[in-house]
């Protein structure tokens, strides 16, 4: 069954914001503070789900719902997983829309990072409603194109897409030819149960990024892709 949840709190306050951004000049911090305040009461975060069920895993191919999905990590990480959530969440078109007018392009990239924080907060609600719900002890995420290439390949959005189904209708989130999505900040994969955390972070080897949670993990990575 398809479930969407669109009345999702916003409680991060601007000043996470600015330690965030990393802003210190005065006029900056009260320009942030304005557009926060304007961004936060817009902005209306959604995640659209489906309960989903593991069909069948052989090599590196692994069948949910009838889709095939191949990826080495999905393969691994599913074993013994049977039930799972395939999901998108948004911060919503409603403050992309409104933050798409700004034409000041450090402003742009401010909004940006705020639409950034509503969406985590959208991916934290989602994975304790799931718990709380389902009385999972441990939930772990994996998404498309998160990593490396070879993790689980980003074109394998448009199966995922179909398996959560009905994504423009119900959040507006849609997926271009490149499989990137829009709003672009949004997140699509899957939701599951593990007897401890997965972090995609780990299995990437990418220096320098700025969004990594976790040090990458060689044994783990050899492990994976043996």
């Known amino acids: 069954m398809l479930r969407k949840l669109d009345t999702i709190p916003v409680a991060t306050s601007y000043k996470e914001a600015l330690e ?4 210190t ?3 900056d911090i009260a320009m942030v503070q304005r557009l926060f305040e304007t961004a936060k009461e817009i902005s209306r975060p959604k995640v659209l789900y489906r309960e989903a069920y593991v069909e069948e895993i052989s090599g590196s191919r692994v069948r949910i719902n009838g889709l095939d999905f191949q990826s080495e990590v999905l393969a691994v990480n599913l074993k013994n997983v049977h039930r799972v959530f395939a999901y998108v969440s948004t911060c ?3 403050v992309d829309d409104w933050s798409r007018d700004e034409k000041d392009y450090v402003v742009s990239l401010w909004l940006d990072m ?4 509503f969406l985590h907060e959208a991916n934290i609600f989602f994975k304790e409603y799931i718990k709380n719900s389902y009385k999972f002890k441990t939930l772990s995420f994996i998404n498309p194109g998160s990593g490396n290439k070879d993790n689980w390949p980003i074109s394998q959005q448009t199966q995922l897409f179909t398996l959560v189904g009905s994504v423009n209708e119900e959040i507006g989130v849609t997926l271009t030819d490149s499989f990137l999505m829009v709003p672009v900040k949004s997140t699509s994969g899957l939701l599951y149960p593990s007897e401890t955390e997965f972090v995609n972070c780990s299995l990437c080897g990418r220096e320098n990024c700025t969004g990594r949670r976790v040090e990458f993990d060689r044994e783990l990575y050899a492990k994976t892709f043996k």
């Open 20 to 23: 965030k951004l990393r802003i």
């Open 114 to 117: 705020i639409k950034e924080l």
């Open 25 to 27: 000049d005065e006029d």
């Open 92 to 94: 919503g078109t409603e």
